[in-house]
């Protein structure tokens, strides 16, 4: 394969800043990463591909681990078709791997959608499908949020089994309500299966959610939102995500979900590789034209979430790069939000080689001027969006 240059970039991976930078990609990896002087200095072979992003954001690829549906495309479509079209409609913005997830409901709808992500893992022209999340069936109905009320379950171990059957084994991360009686069996379960058990839609007391870490779950579910609240007699869920520094969670940075203010103060007192960017967006985000329906339901898009016809809630109509946008314009370090959307939930849903620009690495590459307009995605090595020339 033709080695590919992105030179005269400004590196951000991890904690790492390197201004006037360049990247080297071969057979699929990142080779090295270099000053450009030193590029310069010696020129690379004359027929590799060498691209000047002029001073534009060179960052790993954008990883959703959370995310029910993006261009009119839904998990709730039930259709391998559906998925593999939001995997190429997710590279325009700048996403190079994401967990498609499942909706609570029925389990005949949660197996269809299961099974139509398990089939189209391996078939995809844009962002790779790492795995499948699962929304419930196992949580709070006091907690409900936009799922399907009449889905909830009580934990079944049995019923779990076929989940994950269905799915290929393909399950990567599963929402849980820790109270529910049975979890701690769930929870032994999914670490035997390598799932990584999030809390969340959940009504637990803090003792509930000790009990929780305690059995392995340690990451959780849209901080803040559809989470028993923080008490100063019983810190809830939410106190218990912000005491507890081994506990992860996701953040849903629209502006909406979260205040920006909770979300400094979240990092003020969370260790910064425990924060996750996510969407959580819907299937009408980004959509271009027809009906708006999430998850079957008709919504509206108001102030930058969807809403239904009620005035309920539904969700978020964020993308990754806006989010990221979001954070920066708040005030939190550039490298802080990059790690957030790209480090973090590689290292937490242990993606290996993913969410760095390391030697060796998979060359899953974002390119994104001041604006934060993409300007090139790559996966792989293949670039899929090139806006550059």
């Known amino acids: 394969m033709t080695d590919i240059w992105l030179i005269n970039g400004t590196v951000i991976t991890g904690s790492f800043?390197?201004?006037?930078?360049?990247?080297?990609?071969?057979?699929?990896?990142?080779?090295?990463?270099?000053?450009?002087?030193?590029?310069?200095?010696?020129?690379?072979?004359?027929?590799?591909?060498?691209?000047?992003?002029?001073?534009?954001?060179?960052?790993?690829?954008?990883?959703?681990?959370?995310?029910?549906?993006?261009?009119?495309?839904?998990t709730e479509d039930g259709k391998p078709e559906s998925i593999l079209a939001m995997s190429e409609a997710l590279v325009q913005y700048g996403v190079t791997a994401f967990c498609p997830t499942v909706y609570t409901n029925s389990e005949k709808h949660m197996i269809r959608a299961l099974k139509a992500i398990r089939e189209a893992m391996g078939k995809e022209k844009g962002a790779r499908i790492m795995g499948i999340h699962m929304e419930g069936p196992f949580i709070s109905p006091l907690r409900t949020g936009a799922q399907n009320?009449?889905?909830?379950?009580?934990?079944?171990?049995?019923?779990?089994?076929?989940?994950?059957?269905?799915?290929?084994?393909?399950?990567?991360?599963?929402?849980?309500?820790?109270?529910?009686?049975?979890?701690?069996?769930?929870?032994?379960?999914?670490?035997?299966?390598?799932?990584?058990?999030?809390?969340?839609?959940?009504?637990?007391?803090?003792?509930?959610?000790v009990e929780g870490i305690q059995a392995g779950i340690l990451h959780s579910t849209h901080f803040f939102n559809a989470m028993s609240r923080l008490h100063h007699r019983n810190p809830g869920?939410?106190?218990a995500i912000m005491i507890h520094p081994e506990l992860s969670c996701e953040v849903i940075a629209d502006g909406e979900h979260v205040h920006p203010d909770l979300v400094k103060l979240l990092l003020r007192?969370?260790?910064?590789?425990?924060?996750?960017?996510?969407?959580?967006?819907?299937?009408?985000?980004?959509?271009?034209?027809?009906?708006?329906?999430?998850?079957?339901?008709?919504?509206?898009?108001?102030?930058?979430?969807?809403?239904?016809?009620?005035?309920?809630?539904?969700?978020?109509?964020?993308?990754?790069?806006?989010?990221?946008?979001?954070?920066?314009?708040?005030?939190?370090?550039?490298?802080?939000?990059?790690?957030?959307?790209?480090?973090?939930?590689?290292?937490?849903?242990?993606?290996?080689?993913?969410?760095?620009?390391?030697?060796?690495?998979?060359?899953?590459?974002?390119?994104?001027?001041s604006q934060y307009n993409v300007l090139l995605t790559m996966v792989g090595g293949k670039i899929l969006k090139n806006l550059i020339g």
């Open 149 to 209: 009320a009449g889905g909830i379950q009580e934990v079944d171990l049995e019923l779990m089994d076929r989940l994950y059957k269905a799915a290929g084994g393909k399950i990567v991360n599963m929402t849980v309500a820790p109270e529910l009686k049975g979890m701690r069996k769930l929870a032994l379960y999914g670490m035997k299966k390598g799932i990584v058990l999030q809390a969340g839609h959940t009504n637990a007391a803090y003792e509930n959610m």
């Open 269 to 369: 007192d969370k260790p910064v590789n425990k924060v996750v960017l996510v969407t959580d967006c819907l299937k009408p985000t980004e959509q271009k034209e027809g009906d708006l329906l999430a998850n079957g339901d008709p919504v509206e898009l108001k102030n930058g979430v969807f809403v239904k016809e009620e005035g309920t809630l539904a969700g978020s109509s964020l993308t990754i790069i806006k989010g990221l946008r979001n954070l920066i314009s708040w005030r939190i370090p550039e490298e802080q939000a990059i790690l957030m959307a790209s480090g973090n939930p590689a290292q937490i849903m242990g993606f290996r080689k993913k969410g760095a620009l390391i030697p060796s690495y998979d060359a899953d590459i974002t390119v994104f001027d």
């Open 237 to 239: 869920a939410v106190g």
């Open 17 to 74: 800043r390197q201004e006037k930078a360049c990247v080297q990609v071969s057979e699929g990896r990142i080779e090295d990463v270099i000053s450009l002087k030193r590029f310069e200095q010696n020129p690379c072979s004359p027929d590799s591909l060498v691209y000047d992003v002029k001073g534009a954001v060179i960052a790993p690829g954008l990883i959703d681990t959370h995310i029910h549906g993006f261009a009119g495309y839904g």
